[in-house]
């Protein structure tokens, strides 16, 4: 188990900031994310596209303010822990153990929720068979090509992962790419190869259509597809992948016993703490009279938070407010001279 | 106020008075509409607004950006009168619009 003296669950730019706020004030964090890599919302919904309220900053992309957060927690040595989803968060006299599903275990004192509206999960086929094939037949990801090879794969999106995967395991399998209307998505380069690859006879484009049914006992046999024209094709298949990009879901966080109202956690305004001592929730995912889902309304959020979570990570201490600008201890905890 | 009518799958029927200038997302959240989700707040970003538009209606109102038909692509069970209600803002001209909620928006 690792004792730290602050576990944040959401590495989006809130839980960037919380790392910032946390740190200056000489307090320890560990970072926990569902997504293989920090930004959240900003990273995975709109990284190319831009953000013009981040104050004193005109403009700039997801992506740009998430490398930005990076650069200013850089100091602080932070730990990640991506790829991981927190699953139980239960209560040890004043402190807290966090479990993710990669059986990490954490304690601290304090944690900060800053999950947005939860973590991203592929979004699934709708059909009700597709469940009984997922990760044996079908696949919201590509984790191993090895075992794609010399098959019929039916891949559905039309999307940039739809259309490189297309290419790329067109090298080895016959490709059905399926999708809902006939325009693609993706870089023009794709576009082009890919059309050449259909008349070279590699890959194979269905549209206008969507998913009918998936046929097979113990494996999957053929696919249905419905074409908007009411016309039906039944698809010899080995394997389905499917990419329809990421849903955002509550998840565990709903069973912690934190007070819930909707999809955001409840919480006061002086320092953003849920019912639980030491457990604080920040960003999208709280609530709180006037509330703005608002990227700075956050990090007001976490710099109140951090405080509190000072008070509990070192109850023997007492809290000095400091600027940045003048706190020689906060500039040598920056790194600077 | 225009009339906006929100339909749910089981055929229950919802008309809310929606103000000038509010999305039709807006007008459901407000109004505790269930069947939208609008994870994204309505940055065109998730698709758990999705609606479907009654068909008299699909030429009166604007047509959809290329962003949104994309954003529609991810939408759960998506279809020729799919559109993102984030997207749908209100106008004395959507007055008496029809929108029916999907199943599920996931």
Avoid at chain 1, 136 to 161: M, T
Avoid at chain 1, 268 to 295: H, M, Q, R, V, W
Avoid at chain 1, 297 to 323: D, I, Q, T
């Amino acid at each position: 188990m690792k004792k730290t003296d602050t576990i944040i669950i959401g590495a989006g730019p809130v839980g960037l900031f919380a790392v910032h706020q946390l740190g200056i004030k000489g307090l320890k964090s560990i970072v926990i994310d569902n997504l293989d890599k920090a930004g959240g919302q900003c990273i995975e919904l709109y990284p190319d596209k831009p953000i013009y309220d981040i104050p004193a900053v005109p403009e700039c992309t997801g992506e740009e303010l998430t490398n930005k957060l990076l650069k200013q927690i850089k100091p602080f040595k932070t730990e990640f822990f991506l790829n991981e989803r927190v699953e139980e968060v239960k209560q040890d006299e004043e402190n807290w153990i966090v479990k993710t599903n990669n059986d990490n275990e954490f304690l601290a004192p304090n944690i900060i929720v800053a999950g947005g509206v939860g973590s991203f999960e592929p979004r699934k086929l709708a059909v009700k068979e597709a469940e009984k094939f997922e990760d044996k037949f079908l696949f919201y990801a590509v984790k191993d090509k090895e075992q794609l090879k010399n098959k019929n794969i039916s891949i559905f999106g039309g999307g940039d992962s739809a259309l490189d995967w297309a290419l790329e395991l067109s090298k080895f399998s016959k490709i059905n790419l399926i999708h809902r209307r006939d325009e693609f998505r993706g870089a023009p380069h794709t576009l082009s190869e890919i059309k050449k690859l259909e008349k070279e006879g590699k890959i194979f484009i269905k549209t206008p259509c969507q998913l009918e049914s998936i046929e097979g006992k113990d494996k999957i046999d053929t696919i249905t597809i419905k074409f908007d024209s009411g016309k039906i094709e039944q698809i010899k298949t080995d394997v389905v992948l499917s990419f329809f990009g990421l849903i955002m879901k509550l998840g565990p966080i709903a069973e912690w016993g934190l007070n819930m109202n909707k999809k955001t956690i409840e919480v006061n305004s002086k320092n953003f703490e849920t019912n639980k001592k030491g457990i604080f929730a920040a960003g999208d995912i709280c609530s709180y009279p006037g509330k703005l889902k608002l990227i700075l309304s956050g990090f007001h959020e976490v710099a109140l938070a951090a405080v509190e979570c000072f008070k509990r990570a070192r109850p023997n201490e007492k809290y000095r407010f400091e600027f940045t600008t003048s706190s020689k201890i906060i500039q040598s905890r920056l790194g600077k001279k | 106020m225009p009339k906006i009518i929100y339909n749910d799958n089981q055929g229950n029927s919802k008309t809310i008075e929606v103000e000038n200038g509010l999305s039709v997302m807006e007008g459901a959240i407000q109004n505790d509409i269930p069947g939208i989700d609008a994870d994204c707040g309505g940055s065109m970003a998730c698709a758990t607004c999705h609606v479907y538009v009654e068909e008299k209606w699909l030429n009166k109102i604007p047509k959809a950006e290329e962003a949104e038909v994309d954003m529609i692509d991810m939408a759960y069970e998506p279809k020729k009168n799919s559109r993102l209600s984030c997207q749908l803002i209100v106008s004395e001209e959507l007055d008496g619009l029809i929108v029916t909620t999907p199943s599920k928006q996931s």
